[in-house]
């Protein structure tokens, strides 16, 4: 679970898991869809990730200058800090359907830098 907040669908609020589920991908998910996930600060071999502010930079990357001049990060890319202690990005779905090269950098860089991520689960598919 992160800290995007999840936009409900349907006329009932699903309950939400415990912060501390595992998030799993189930075998009926399709791969292609965009998917909220969470870019962790720590490579595959669990070395952490430098530089120490490269969350704060990647979503400076996603952010914009409202009109009193200063910096507000998008809604959809945030920076923050994952369960364990490590810095990280959320990345919510939604950011696919507005600009779906930005969600695809996100992802890329992820995997360029052979950082971890941790696709959320949506309350339908629990």
Known sequence: MSAIPHVHDGDAEAPLPPA????????MDDPRRARSFTIIGATSKGRTFRPSDWSDRLCGVMSSFGSQRKMRYSPYVRPGCWITGEKCVFVDARLYELEPLAYNFLMHFARDNDLRVDYETGAAEI
């Open 20 to 27: 501390n589920d595992t998030l799993v991908r189930k075998q």
